[in-house]
């Protein structure tokens, strides 16, 4: 039986966050949810598999027969495991829910210290996208330079959180990461609008 069959088979709809058989809540925490490891490193596949499956055991219309509360409880269910599938399914947004979950939240609205080097990185990608115009060869090698950047603080954001467990670490890694998503959204921009 499934959490919210359970659920619904109360009626009453005043505990929704009454465990079902399989031991789940609506408390349960991302990984528990889909009943992956708590670890960085993920299966997309199962990921996705997982979320296709919880999405028809709770979908509200599975529920019309057995009343407003059983629906009510099913949408709950459903916004639930939406907003838990998007934040396991992006890596940043994963590695600063595990950062949490540990006890070490990432605070990037009030703790942006960042160390001096890539402070220093992140003025000369500022003043290269200033300097690159529309020159699209230099976009292009920008770009370039961002991703093999990213892609270098994902592997350190794994390794701290998966095999060293540094949540203070890693934390760091995922405000960098932040700058980074949000630098790669202003080069890919600028490649855009030469386009049209």
Same mark, same amino acid.
């Given at each position: #039986?499934?959490?919210?069959?359970?659920?619904?088979?109360? !009626? &009453?709809? &005043?505990?929704? *966050?009454?465990?079902? &058989?399989?031991?789940? *809540?609506?408390? *349960?925490?991302?990984?528990?949810?889909?009943?992956? @490891? +708590? !670890?960085? +490193?993920?299966? =997309?596949?199962?990921?996705?598999?997982?979320?296709?499956?919880?999405?028809?055991?709770?979908? @509200?219309?599975?529920?019309? =027969? $057995?009343?407003? =509360?059983? $629906?009510?409880? &099913?949408?709950?269910?459903?916004?639930?495991?939406? /907003? %838990?599938?998007?934040?396991?399914?992006? @890596?940043?947004? !994963?590695?600063?829910?595990?950062?949490?979950? !540990?006890?070490?939240?990432?605070? %990037?609205?009030?703790?942006?210290? #960042? @160390?001096?080097?890539?402070?220093?990185?992140?003025? /000369?990608?500022? /003043?290269?996208?200033?300097?690159?115009?529309?020159? %699209?060869?230099?976009?292009?090698?920008?770009?370039? $330079?961002?991703?093999?950047?990213?892609?270098?603080?994902?592997?350190?954001?794994?390794?701290?959180?998966?095999?060293?467990?540094?949540?203070?670490?890693? =934390?760091?890694?995922?405000?960098?990461? #932040?700058?980074?998503?949000?630098?790669?959204? *202003?080069?890919?921009?600028?490649?855009?609008?030469?386009? /049209?």
């Amino acid at each position: #039986m499934s959490v919210i069959a359970a659920v619904a088979a109360n !009626r &009453s709809g &005043s505990d929704v *966050s009454a465990a079902g &058989s399989d031991g789940l *809540s609506l408390q *349960s925490n991302d990984f528990e949810l889909f009943g992956l @490891p +708590e !670890r960085f +490193e993920l299966d =997309a596949q199962r990921l996705e598999a997982q979320w296709k499956s919880l999405q028809t055991q709770i979908h @509200p219309d599975k529920f019309a =027969a $057995q009343g407003a =509360a059983a $629906q009510r409880l &099913s949408m709950q269910w459903s916004v639930r495991v939406n /907003e %838990a599938y998007q934040r396991l399914r992006s @890596p940043v947004a !994963r590695g600063a829910y595990l950062c949490e979950l !540990r006890g070490h939240p990432v605070r %990037a609205e009030d703790n942006t210290a #960042m @160390p001096a080097a890539f402070l220093m990185q992140q003025m /000369e990608w500022r /003043e290269a996208l200033d300097d690159a115009g529309r020159d %699209a060869d230099e976009l292009e090698r920008l770009w370039a $330079q961002t991703r093999a950047t990213q892609t270098q603080y994902l592997l350190d954001l794994a390794q701290a959180l998966d095999e060293q467990q540094d949540a203070a670490q890693a =934390a760091g890694c995922v405000r960098a990461l #932040m700058f980074i998503e949000k630098f790669s959204r *202003s080069v890919a921009q600028r490649l855009d609008d030469l386009d /049209e």
